[in-house]
Nanobody, 127 residues
Framework: QVQLVESGGGLVQAGDSLRLSCAAS????????MGWFRQAPGKEREFVAA????????YYAESVKGRFTISRDNAKTAMYLQMNSLKPEDTAVYYC????????????????????WGQGTQVTVSS
């Protein structure tokens, strides 16, 4: 079992930066691929970024590539999303997620691969 708690969301202006954090409980966090997803009102939950359990492989959605950076600290059982050059279209509830499958290939960009989710943190970017 893993419990995930996001923090760091808020209201910012376009061009500003935010850093989201995801605190994980459970000592098996180290072996789980992790991801960030977001959901805007009236839209499907979409992939943002993911990171392999080793931290050595990362994937990004095209819409955030070059602006967002995902990272993790297994010693602190935490994951982060550094968001720079924020745009109004980045406005959404951001969720962290864990994939406990320990698959050979990953991390996944599909939300269906993740079986643990946080409660979400709101990010609002004003123009």
């Amino acid at each position: 079992q893993v419990q995930l708690v996001e923090s760091g969301g808020g209201l910012v202006q376009a061009g500003d930066s935010l850093r989201l954090s995801c605190a994980a409980s459970g000592d098996t966090f180290t072996y789980y691929d992790m991801g960030w997803f977001r959901q805007a009102p009236g839209k499907e939950r979409e992939f943002v970024a993911a990171i392999r359990w080793t931290g050595g492989i990362t994937y990004y959605a095209e819409s955030v590539k070059g602006r967002f950076t995902i990272s993790r600290d297994n010693a602190k059982t935490a994951m982060y999303l550094q968001m720079n050059s924020l745009k109004p279209e980045d406005t959404a509830v951001y969720y962290c997620a864990a994939d406990s499958s320990r698959g050979r290939f990953g991390p996944s960009s599909s939300r269906y691969a993740y079986n643990y989710w946080g409660q979400g943190t709101q990010v609002t970017v004003s123009s």
